[in-house]
């Protein structure tokens, strides 16, 4: 439940609660692949799983806001464009985050 919700925050003024549905069901299984395989494989120390929950995500969740936005909710003409241009930050701040961390 955690997944979705935490997937479905970035989306939550840009899609339709349907959308929102899916979104939350992707999230889970992602973030469930990532907090019972990914970790071990990789086998960082993550007691509390709060990157595989919110960091996995968080990233899924604002990728697929470019998926699912809707200018129907927004009322903007080029949302879905804006959307794909914004679900692109993740994919350039992640390995700065990575390199800062390490």
């Given at each position: 439940a955690?997944?979705?919700?935490?997937?479905v925050t970035p989306a939550a003024g840009f899609i339709?609660?349907?959308?929102?549905?899916?979104?939350?069901l992707i999230s889970g299984v992602v973030c469930f692949v990532s907090?019972?395989?990914?970790?071990?494989k990789l086998g960082y120390d993550d007691?509390?799983?709060a990157f595989g929950v919110h960091g996995v995500g968080g990233i899924v969740g604002a990728l697929l806001t470019a998926v699912f936005a809707t200018s129907a909710v927004t009322g903007a003409p080029n949302c879905p464009r804006w959307a794909y241009s914004s679900a692109s930050r993740p994919c350039r701040l992640s390995p700065r985050s990575f390199t800062a961390a390490s």
């Open positions: 955690v997944a979705g919700l935490v997937a339709l609660p349907a959308s929102g549905v899916i979104i939350g907090v019972s395989y990914v970790k071990t007691s509390l799983d």
